[in-house]
């Protein structure tokens, strides 16, 4: 699968792409591409965080995270901001140990069966039903979906309405090693971003 670079640190060759995407982005879904260990995961959370970021843009440069604030600190270090929804497969939340809910651990640990190397339905659905709920903190809700190339063909499909339709308030960033494994629908629904090898 994907080779991480922990979330906290984002490789000095991703910083002048995260800040020209915090100022140039305007569309509701992007789609971060790049080789393999790229830096597609911490680029992503990086820019999750910093939509979800509550401090005032002049204590914002460049709109990057504060990294102080209540939010960022939901973010980062309890991995369980309430409008943050993570999609990753089981097998990579179990080795990343990301877990944004105990249920979502205590879930897969007790499974009989081996974790999903897929995104399945059930988790796009999961995000779909997020996106529908009212925000709790922040001024938009943000869903993450890593390696976006691991979504099973049925999952990306659901998740094409959210794509065409956003709801108001929702950014999606989808981070992917592998655009062209994508269905072309979802590629077309994303405003595409390359991250530099």
Known sequence: MTSMVPADELPPWLDAPLRLALQAQRGHAL???GEQGAGQWP?????????????????????????????????RDDQVHPDLCVLLPEALHVRMGWWQRDDERDKIE???????????????RAAIA?????????????ILIHPA?????????ALLKLLEEPLGGLRLVLATA??????PTV???CHALALPA
Not at 149 to 157: G, K, N, P, V
Request: hydrophobic fraction near 45%.
């Open 31 to 33: 789609l971060v591409h």
């Open 149 to 157: 190339e691991r979504l099973q063909a049925i999952a990306a499909s």
């Open 43 to 75: 680029f992503a959370l990086a820019l999750a965080r910093a939509w979800l970021c509550e401090a005032a843009p002049a204590e914002r440069p460049a709109g990057l995270a504060c990294g102080r604030c209540g939010s960022c600190h939901l973010a």
């Open 110 to 124: 007790s499974a009989a069966r081996k974790p999903s190397e897929w995104i399945r339905i059930e988790q796009v």
């Open 178 to 183: 592998d655009a062209p494994a994508l269905l």
């Open 130 to 142: 997020f996106a529908g709920q009212t925000r709790s903190r922040a001024r938009q809700k943000v």
């Open 187 to 189: 590629r077309s629904r």
